[in-house]
């Protein structure tokens, strides 16, 4: 079996999006999982869902949880919507001790491909696999942390792991240490230390296997071509107010969940005309910029 890891708070309804984003991955593999679901806080109810959607796979699910303490030391970063569960991420080569690799998703992401297409891949001696920000994202977050151009930054919501080499490079309690640093300021939190301590220890892969709201805007992939889509920033396709072209990825999958049936999030009249607002004004730019690149 490989190795899945995934992690939650229970807040905000978060059960059903990593439902979504599990059974994503379930129906487009070939393959049997092992889903490790580190959690802060999981209803027992949340549990049985879960547990009901991988049944028909020949899969498993261990649950760990993370006490509320471990969490409570870091500080998270202002002006994101993020939460201090995303530093439980740093904690995962301990607490999978007995497996030696493993792939570890965000929970705002739907799989189009085999997962093990990404999970096999050779790590060259790194100590993971990670997909890079879009350009302008890069440049955004390299400045920020008044780190070199020359460096590439990358978003750790998809990694492959070799948890025996990080246990014995120690990185990532490296990073926990670089987060818990009261005179630091992070602004992504665990992602900003985890550039920073690993540097040039990291394998990138292709960007189909990462495809952020950045990357889309760069690039242009057809859907078949996409491996994962990550829905980042904090707008999510469950919003009334996403203007993802990719956001019916989502209710596809989890409409085939035990959450069948919600709705759309913050649906008024008003969220509605400026979501097509911002979607005419992107299809607008992406014109000019061809039209550009034609000159």
């Known amino acids: 079996m490989k190795n899945l890891v995934l992690i939650i708070n229970e ?19 070939k393959e049997k999982w092992k889903i490790f679901i580190i959690y802060e806080n999981l209803s027992e109810e949340t549990k049985v869902k879960l547990n009901a959607i991988v ?50 998703l965000d929970c705002d992401i739907v799989v189009l491909k085999p997962l093990e297409e990404l999970y096999n891949r050779d790590l060259n001696e790194k100590s993971i696999g990670v997909v890079l920000d879009g350009q302008k994202d890069q ?42 640093n009261p005179d630091r300021e992070l602004q992504l939190n665990e992602q900003d230390a985890l550039n920073i301590i690993f540097e040039n220890d990291y394998m990138i892969n292709d960007i189909i296997w990462n495809y952020t709201h950045g990357n889309s805007e760069e690039n242009s992939y057809k859907e078949s071509e996409i491996g994962i889509v990550h829905f980042t920033g ?52 992406k014109i000019r910029y061809a039209l550009k690149g034609k000159r």
């Open 55 to 104: 049944k028909n796979y020949s899969s498993n699910i261990n649950y760990l949880e993370i006490s509320k303490s471990d969490l409570d030391r870091f500080k998270v970063g202002k002006g994101t919507h993020l939460s201090s569960i995303v530093f439980a991420r740093l904690f995962i080569p301990e607490l999978l001790k007995s497996e030696e690799k493993a792939i570890y």
């Open 11 to 29: 807040k905000n309804s978060y059960g059903r999006h990593l439902g979504a984003t599990l059974l994503s991955v379930l129906k487009n593999s």
């Open 139 to 180: 440049k955004s977050s390299l400045s920020r942390l008044n780190l070199s151009l020359d460096r590439t930054y990358f978003n750790a919501g998809v990694m492959v792991m070799d948890l025996k080499r990080l246990r014995e490079n120690g990185k990532f309690l490296k990073a926990i240490d670089y987060c818990l």
């Open 234 to 285: 904090d707008i999510k396709p469950w919003d009334c107010r996403s203007y993802s072209p990719y956001k019916d990825l989502y209710w596809k999958y989890l409409n085939e969940t035990p959450w069948k049936g919600f709705e759309e999030e913050n649906k008024t009249l008003r969220n509605i005309l400026k979501r097509e607002l911002v979607k005419f004004k992107l299809k607008t730019r």
